[in-house]
């Protein structure tokens, strides 16, 4: 069993960065992969960006180049989103693949505006 909770939503005007964040209650080098994935109202929910357990990353192709994840050696995975887009304006959720089960957080709220 993995709890994952989000912290560092906000409102933000466009242009502006924040940085969210994710507190597993598992060593992060312990889960497979974890990734953070987003939903806008009335959209459904996409993915945003993933870190493997050998500390690959990927990129959905509208956030590469502005957002970047990370994780430390603890418990923790980041998501630092730089040069915000209105359309970037969504609810924040972190998940984690451990042992072939899936793991989501509650949700952090990300408001961009112009």
């Known amino acids: 069993q993995v709890q994952l909770v989000e912290s560092g939503g906000d409102l933000v005007q466009v242009g502006g960065s924040l940085r969210l964040s994710c507190a597993a209650s598992?060593?992060?080098?312990?889960?497979?992969?974890m990734s953070w994935h987003r939903q806008a109202p009335g959209k459904q929910r996409e993915f945003v960006a993933i870190i493997t357990d050998d500390g690959n990353t990927g990129y959905a192709n509208s956030v590469k180049g502005r957002f970047t994840i990370s994780r430390d050696n603890a418990k923790n995975m980041y998501l630092q989103m730089n040069s915000l887009k209105p359309e970037d304006t969504a609810v924040y959720y972190c998940?984690?693949?451990?042992?072939?089960?899936?793991?989501w957080g509650q949700g952090t709220q990300v408001t961009v505006s112009s």
């Open positions: 598992l060593p992060i080098i312990s889960i497979n992969n």
């Open positions: 998940r984690a693949v451990h042992n072939g089960l899936l793991y």
